[in-house]
C-alpha cells in the first residue's frame, strides 16, 4: 500500500524554465526600450497601465531559472491612484450621511460627517507613492532587473559571442543610464 501512494508535487509549483542566450537578449533590448518608454510619464504619478504591464513582466521573468533567486524578493507594482481612493472615500462618506443621521445626534453626526470630508481633502496632500507605485518607482524596479541582467552578463554564464555580449552589454547600459537619469531628474 505504501508502495502506491505517490508523492505529488502541489500544482502551483512551477518547474522554471531555462534563460537562454537568445530570451537573455531579447530582454536586454527590451530593457532599453522599456527605460525609454517609462520616461514619457509624469514621475510622481501612478500609472495603472503601466503597474499592470509591469506586473505581467515581471511574473514572466520570475519563471527563468536564472533570475528567480534574485527577483523573487522584488515585489509587483501597486496599481493604486489617487482618483480610485477618492472614489472609496467619497462613497463611504455618501453611505455615511444616509445612515448616520437616524443612529447619532445632530452634533455629532456633523462631527463625523465633517471630519470624514477634512479625510477626504487631505488626501488631496499625500503623496501617491504612499498607496501605489508611481512611475519613479517602477523605474527603480525596472533598474533592479537591468543589474541583476548586468550582473548576469558580466559573470559569462551566457557564454554570449563577442558581438552579442557587447550589444546586450550596449542594451543593459543604455537602459541603466535612462533610468538613472530619470530617478535622478525626478529627485531635483
Known amino acids: 500500500m505504501i508502495a502506491t501512494q505517490q508523492t505529488r508535487m502541489p ?5 522554471l524554465t531555462p534563460l537562454t542566450r537568445k530570451e537573455f537578449y531579447a530582454l536586454a533590448s527590451h530593457c532599453r526600450k522599456y ?4 520616461a514619457c510619464f509624469d514621475q510622481h504619478r501612478v500609472n ?3 503597474c499592470n504591464r509591469f506586473n ?10 536564472l533570475l528567480a533567486p534574485t527577483l523573487t524578493a522584488l515585489k ?7 482618483w480610485q481612493v477618492m472614489v472609496i472615500m467619497i462613497v463611504m462618506w455618501l453611505i455615511m ?3 448616520l443621521p437616524g443612529m447619532l445626534s445632530r452634533q455629532m453626526l456633523t462631527i463625523v460627517m465633517a471630519s470624514w470630508l477634512f479625510t477626504i481633502v487631505a488626501n488631496l496632500f499625500i503623496p501617491e507613492f504612499v498607496y501605489g507605485t508611481t512611475v519613479e518607482l517602477l523605474e527603480a524596479k525596472v533598474l533592479l532587473i537591468v543589474d541583476t541582467l548586468l550582473e548576469l552578463l558580466n559573470s559569462g554564464t551566457m557564454e554570449f ?4 555580449f557587447f550589444k546586450a552589454r550596449e542594451d543593459l547600459l543604455a537602459a541603466h543610464t535612462e533610468l538613472r537619469q530619470q530617478i535622478d531628474l525626478a529627485h531635483r
Do not use: C, F, I, N
Open 161 to 164: 559571442t563577442e558581438a552579442a
Open 48 to 50: 495603472l497601465k503601466e
Open 76 to 82: 509587483p507594482a501597486r496599481p493604486v491612484a489617487r
Open 97 to 99: 450621511a444616509m445612515t
Open 56 to 65: 505581467g513582466w515581471l511574473r514572466s521573468l520570475k519563471q527563468y531559472d
Open 35 to 38: 527605460a525609454s518608454h517609462l
Open 11 to 15: 500544482r502551483h509549483a512551477t518547474e
